[in-house]
């Protein structure tokens, strides 16, 4: 009777007093653990009020730390994604150690190799390459980006129409998906009428607002595409970026990192904003607070149109990338700035980082400097071409004025009147600057990109000189095995003394992808014409 007494308290005691579950989950490297936690104590304002921290303890003393989120009432949970296979544990920490729902927690689970054929899963978390020039895998593996700006997808978009879109993206060859995560002047309330957040100091989080956008957020990953969330918008007013207090931002970035940061992202900290001096010191907070024990996935800011806030950020650990945008302008001076600017100088400066530039002109966009034809397809291939081509390739964004704002039927933009009446998104999927981009992805896929660095000095003339749009860029690889040149007018006249002999040289049509022979280089300076009018790529590699 007593034995029987205590096998009964024994198994009392594991079901209930040990706070470990019983059943051990399995999950696949990369992909999403998640487990619910319950406060046991009511709060006013939970993300404010408290925090609860998750150290996991992975193989070979593996040690991993996440935020958890609150999720409504009394719930709150964490996710994470497991980069080592083997048993886990994990212990929750919470800033009020009596709430015993949430603090001194314990689980297990156990992370199996990744199977399947998703390349986000299998790739692992990005990272920054040895050199800290371009993105690379989990392995080490080149990874380029060509991203599309879909800001309000899933904002806006139905579960079938974000899975068509995104599948139809992943076929066309982009690898990003840039989107805007919280309510911002392109979408001030949602379907249901709803913000984020609301009040300030501090702010009220509406887990509602985030759990419908759950869904479509890990769609991003399971399309095989990696997520690229602006955090907080921060152009103008209305804007969570610009217009919360630090830690009003703090708080709501803090949230959206620790909800969606198991899933493989890039994260956008602060979207279309001036982060200059005047700001600088709320984003550099913002920045080391949430990233200071949970930096496993790469950071950068997206700012305004022609705004260069490298200064600002350059020492900071979270800083990753380079992210910027040359705006939406045919101006001689904004293509001056992309050709010659600080895109194509700054990066010969300390410490490196891939430049990327994430907001490119738009196909079907207003140029912003008056002129009444939007942007074509030749427009866009010229600032993307010239955007990989005047710092050490890492890779570019594609953007169309008809698919950000993601409507169903032609409508003004909110929150951009200027704008006039676009399109539904469905027809500009298949546009002629997309199938630039396919033909562009298929060009960068078979050369080895990574190698490329700015190489004017191959040129013996620049008509850029007299005439910006007509601005030729140059790029090759350190030994010379390799060089890209793309023309958007010109004849290009050649020096190839610095290049590795013999070569071949080639013309690549950026529009439909077919190649023809460019002739031979002879000593000094070498004429190639291109084949046809318009914009050309002329590839030269040792034979």
Same mark, same amino acid.
């Given at each position: 009777?007593?034995?029987?007494?205590?096998?009964? =308290?024994?198994?009392?005691?594991?079901?209930?007093?040990?706070?470990?579950?019983?059943?051990?989950?399995?999950?696949?490297?990369?992909?999403?653990?998640?487990?619910?936690?319950?406060?046991?104590?009511?709060?006013?304002?939970?993300?404010?009020?408290?925090?609860?921290?998750?150290?996991?303890?992975?193989?070979?003393?593996?040690?991993?730390?996440?935020?958890?989120?609150?999720?409504?009432?009394?719930?709150?949970? *964490?996710?994470? =994604?497991?980069?080592?296979?083997?048993?886990?544990?994990?212990?929750?920490?919470?800033?009020?150690?009596?709430?015993?729902?949430?603090?001194?927690?314990?689980?297990?689970?156990?992370?199996?190799?990744?199977?399947?054929?998703?390349? &986000?899963?299998?790739?692992?978390?990005?990272?920054?390459?040895?050199? @800290?020039?371009?993105?690379?895998?989990?392995?080490?593996?080149?990874?380029?980006?060509?991203?599309?700006?879909?800001?309000? !997808?899933?904002?806006?978009?139905?579960?079938?129409?974000?899975?068509?879109?995104?599948?139809?993206?992943?076929?066309?060859?982009?690898?990003? &998906?840039? *989107?805007?995560?919280?309510?911002?002047?392109?979408?001030?309330?949602?379907?249901?009428?709803?913000?984020?957040?609301?009040?300030?100091?501090?702010? @009220?989080?509406?887990?509602?607002? *985030?759990?419908?956008?759950?869904?479509?957020?890990?769609? &991003?990953?399971?399309?095989?595409?990696?997520?690229?969330?602006?955090?907080?918008?921060?152009?103008?007013?209305?804007?969570?970026?610009?217009?919360?207090?630090?830690?009003?931002?703090?708080?709501?970035?803090?949230?959206?990192?620790?909800?969606?940061?198991?899933?493989?992202?890039?994260?956008? +900290?602060?979207?279309?904003?001036?982060?200059?001096?005047?700001?600088?010191?709320?984003?550099?907070?913002?920045?080391?607070?949430?990233?200071?024990?949970?930096?496993?996935?790469?950071?950068?800011?997206?700012?305004?149109?022609?705004?260069?806030?490298?200064?600002?950020?350059?020492?900071?650990? #979270?800083?990753?990338?380079?992210?910027?945008?040359?705006?939406?302008?045919?101006?001689?001076?904004?293509?001056?700035?992309?050709? $010659?600017?600080?895109? =194509?100088?700054?990066?010969?400066?300390?410490?490196?980082?891939?430049?990327?530039?994430?907001?490119?002109?738009?196909?079907?966009?207003?140029?912003?400097?008056?002129?009444?034809?939007?942007?074509?397809?030749?427009?866009?291939?010229? %600032?993307?071409?010239?955007?990989?081509?005047?710092?050490?390739?890492?890779?570019?964004?594609?953007?169309?004025?008809?698919?950000?704002?993601?409507?169903?039927?032609?409508?003004?933009?909110?929150?951009?009147?200027?704008?006039? &009446?676009?399109?539904?998104?469905?027809? =500009?999927?298949?546009?002629?600057?997309?199938?630039?981009?396919?033909?562009?992805?298929?060009?960068?896929?078979?050369?080895? #990109?990574?190698?490329?660095?700015?190489?004017?000095? +191959?040129?013996?003339?620049?008509?850029?000189?007299?005439? %910006?749009?007509? *601005?030729?860029?140059?790029?090759?690889?350190?030994?010379?095995?390799?060089?890209?040149?793309?023309?958007?007018?010109?004849?290009?006249?050649?020096?190839?003394?610095?290049?590795?002999?013999?070569?071949?040289?080639?013309?690549?049509?950026?529009?439909? !992808?077919?190649?023809?022979?460019?002739?031979?280089?002879? $000593?000094?300076?070498?004429?190639?014409?291109?084949?046809?009018?318009?914009?050309?790529?002329?590839?030269?590699?040792?034979?």
């Amino acid at each position: 009777m007593r034995l029987a007494s205590v096998l009964l =308290a024994a198994i009392c005691a594991a079901a209930v007093g040990s706070k470990e579950a019983m059943a051990v989950t399995t999950v696949a490297q990369s992909t999403v653990f998640e487990a619910p936690l319950e406060s046991a104590q009511t709060y006013v304002n939970p993300p404010a009020e408290v925090s609860v921290r998750i150290l996991l303890t992975g193989p070979k003393d593996t040690r991993r730390s996440v935020e958890a989120f609150w999720d409504g009432d009394r719930a709150w949970r *964490f996710r994470f =994604a497991p980069d080592v296979t083997g048993k886990w544990r994990w212990r929750s920490e919470c800033s009020n150690r009596a709430d015993q729902g949430l603090h001194g927690r314990r689980g297990t689970f156990v992370c199996t190799a990744y199977r399947g054929d998703n390349p &986000v899963f299998a790739r692992g978390s990005l990272k920054l390459s040895e050199n @800290r020039r371009h993105i690379v895998d989990a392995a080490g593996k080149p990874f380029f980006w060509l991203a599309d700006t879909a800001w309000n !997808g899933v904002l806006r978009a139905s579960e079938e129409d974000w899975d068509f879109y995104l599948k139809t993206r992943r076929e066309q060859g982009f690898t990003v &998906v840039q *989107f805007v995560c919280t309510h911002w002047r392109g979408l001030t309330k949602d379907a249901y009428g709803e913000t984020a957040c609301t009040g300030g100091q501090p702010i @009220r989080i509406n887990p509602a607002f *985030f759990q419908r956008l759950d869904r479509k957020v890990a769609m &991003v990953n399971e399309s095989g595409l990696v997520g690229a969330p602006v955090v907080l918008w921060a152009l103008g007013e209305g804007d969570p970026g610009f217009s919360l207090t630090t830690e009003d931002a703090t708080l709501l970035a803090r949230y959206i990192v620790a909800r969606w940061g198991a899933h493989q992202v890039v994260w956008l +900290l602060g979207g279309d904003g001036n982060f200059g001096p005047q700001v600088a010191d709320k984003w550099r907070h913002i920045g080391r607070t949430v990233f200071a024990e949970r930096h496993d996935r790469l950071v950068t800011l997206h700012p305004c149109g022609r705004h260069w806030p490298v200064d600002q950020y350059r020492e900071e650990f #979270w800083y990753d990338l380079v992210g910027y945008q040359s705006s939406h302008s045919a101006g001689e001076d904004t293509m001056r700035w992309l050709c $010659q600017g600080p895109p =194509a100088v700054d990066w010969r400066r300390a410490p490196p980082r891939p430049f990327i530039n994430l907001e490119p002109n738009y196909e079907a966009h207003p140029p912003f400097d008056g002129r009444k034809q939007p942007f074509t397809d030749y427009e866009v291939r010229r %600032a993307v071409y010239w955007s990989l081509l005047n710092a050490p390739t890492a890779g570019v964004t594609y953007g169309h004025n008809w698919i950000w704002p993601w409507h169903d039927a032609p409508a003004v933009p909110e929150g951009h009147g200027g704008l006039g &009446v676009v399109g539904p998104w469905r027809e =500009a999927i298949q546009s002629p600057g997309t199938q630039s981009m396919v033909v562009l992805r298929r060009f960068f896929s078979g050369i080895e #990109w990574w190698r490329l660095r700015p190489a004017q000095e +191959l040129l013996a003339e620049q008509p850029g000189e007299r005439e %910006a749009k007509r *601005f030729i860029m140059a790029a090759a690889s350190e030994k010379g095995e390799l060089a890209v040149v793309y023309t958007p007018i010109d004849p290009v006249l050649l020096r190839a003394e610095g290049l590795r002999r013999p070569i071949a040289a080639i013309w690549f049509d950026p529009r439909k !992808g077919q190649t023809s022979r460019a002739g031979e280089i002879a $000593q000094g300076v070498t004429r190639f014409e291109p084949p046809g009018e318009g914009d050309w790529i002329l590839c030269l590699r040792a034979k």
